[in-house]
């Protein structure tokens, strides 16, 4: 099984969105004609929601494809929000890195979802140059295929 997962740095506005949600989907539709068939979300933010809302709507055209919500902590899963729901009910797997928030749960999480990972989908604004170059040394030293989206 390959796998893919996102990571994102920095907020993106709603003006952003539309031409993100098109690169990000023909990314995961190149990966899945690459072999790439579970693909990792965070559940966070906006970017990760997008990915795995992306990742849903493929799962019916290539039912082969898996998605896996690795989450920060737990506190995450009582979100009520029905649309977060239901995506999280769609997932294969659902993983808890932590049992509560802590200062670097985020960052145990990440390192997870990336480790576990073939591939990996970047998306920065280049705003945060300096945590985006460290997280992406990270990962090609650890010789995975990076996919970088800027916004």
Same mark, same amino acid.
């Given at each position: 099984m390959k796998t893919c997962c996102i990571i994102w740095q920095s907020e993106i506005g709603e003006e952003k969105i539309y031409?993100?949600?098109?690169?990000l989907k023909v990314e995961i539709i190149k990966a899945i004609k690459n072999g790439f068939t579970h693909f990792i979300s965070n559940f966070e $933010?906006?970017? $990760?929601l997008l990915f795995a809302d992306i990742v849903i709507e493929l799962m019916d055209k290539y039912p082969n494809i898996t998605l896996e919500a690795t989450i920060s902590h737990l506190e995450r899963l009582n979100i009520t929000n029905i649309c977060y729901r239901r995506m999280l009910d769609k997932c294969k797997i659902v993983n808890i890195t932590s049992r509560k928030y802590?200062?670097?749960c985020?960052?145990?999480?990440n390192g997870l979802i990336i480790n576990f990972s073939q591939m990996v989908i970047s998306v920065f604004d280049g705003k945060d140059i300096?945590?985006?170059i460290h997280t992406m040394n990270y990962v090609k030293s650890l010789g995975k295929e990076v996919i970088e989206i800027k916004i």
């Open positions: 031409f993100l949600k098109e690169k $933010d906006v970017v $990760d802590y200062e670097g985020f960052l145990e999480r300096n945590e985006t």
